[in-house]
């Protein structure tokens, strides 16, 4: 397959995870919990936090949690800035989350955003926007706290060490997070970013680095992270020093739910 239709395959699938009828798209609403109990419009039960754990009383309503009926008090003791968990009523699922304090969002299959959502624009695919670059780990994993798209919160990650890569004999370093199958993730941001892309941020899935620290990145597979779609998203910003001096005209381009 040629370099375009692989980048196309990837796209395509990439749409077709957006279009999940309960993913990011889904989201109709995000409420942070207060430390009594009291309820939210169009859910069951109540809901309160404390300082260790997220709380839900279904109060006699039919719902479940991992596949079973809730019929008394659920506790949640979940890992700050970590994934969520889904409560799920009727047909809509409740996300709780932990961001500094707890939160719950509501994921609707009927959601407008969901609804609208026809595709993410992007660059079309430029291979002059693939660059080896080597990692370099720390000697131990460092927490790194970067902000929020939402003012006042802030996110910790763990960052393994840095990437560099060079573009037309200039040396770029950036700050890689953890990520999937023994790969990095990297948040940053551009010349494009507020003019063509979305201000906030973009993220990379950069491969696990081959034994002698060699990786590949690939700006063409650059994405929107759920903030750049919808407001109920609590996206963190790149880490200082991960912004790029020059214009990556590769990967998505602002979502059209935001032009």
Same mark, same amino acid.
């Given at each position: 397959?040629t ?11 990439r ?10 798209l ?16 169009g859910?069951p039960?109540?809901w ?21 009926p ?6 949640l003791?979940?890992?700050? /800035? =970590?994934?969520g968990v889904?409560?799920i009523?009727?047909? +809509?699922? $409740?996300?709780? *989350?932990?961001?500094? &304090? ?11 955003v969901?609804r609208d ?8 695919p ?8 080597a990692?370099?780990?720390f000697d ?24 560099r ?5 200039v ?13 990095l993730s ?6 494009? /970013? =507020?003019v ?5 941020n973009?993220? +990379?899935? $950069?491969?696990? *680095?081959?034994?002698? &620290? ?9 994405v929107?992270l ?19 001096p ?14």
């Amino acid at each position: 397959m040629t370099f375009a239709g692989e980048w196309q395959a990837w796209h395509t699938e990439r749409e077709q995870a957006l279009a999940d009828p309960y993913g990011w798209l889904a989201l109709v609403s995000l409420d942070w919990l207060e430390d009594s109990a009291r309820s939210y419009p169009g859910l069951p039960g109540l809901w309160w936090q404390d300082a260790e754990a997220a709380y839900f009383d279904p109060q006699g309503a039919s719902v479940t949690y991992d596949g079973q009926p809730v019929t008394e008090v659920l506790r949640l003791s979940l890992i700050n /800035s =970590g994934p969520g968990v889904r409560i799920i009523v009727g047909n +809509l699922e $409740v996300e709780v *989350a932990r961001r500094s &304090g707890y939160l719950i969002r509501v994921h609707d299959p009927k959601a407008s955003v969901l609804r609208d959502f026809h595709g993410v624009p992007s660059y079309d695919p430029d291979e002059s926007f693939v660059f080896a670059g080597a990692f370099e780990p720390f000697d131990q994993p460092r927490p790194t706290t970067v902000g929020a798209v939402v003012e006042g919160l802030s996110h910790v990650y763990t960052a393994p060490g840095i990437v560099r890569f060079s573009r037309d004999g200039v040396e770029h370093t950036l700050t890689a997070f953890n990520g999937k199958d023994g790969g990095l993730s990297i948040l940053f941001t551009d010349g494009t /970013s =507020g003019v063509t892309t979305y201000a906030a941020n973009r993220s +990379l899935a $950069v491969p696990a *680095a081959a034994p002698d &620290g060699t990786v590949t990145l690939d700006f063409n597979r650059a994405v929107n992270l759920p903030c750049a779609f919808t407001d109920f998203a609590t996206c963190p910003l790149p880490p200082e020093g991960n912004r790029l001096p020059f214009s990556v005209e590769a990967g998505e381009k602002t979502p059209y739910e935001r032009s």
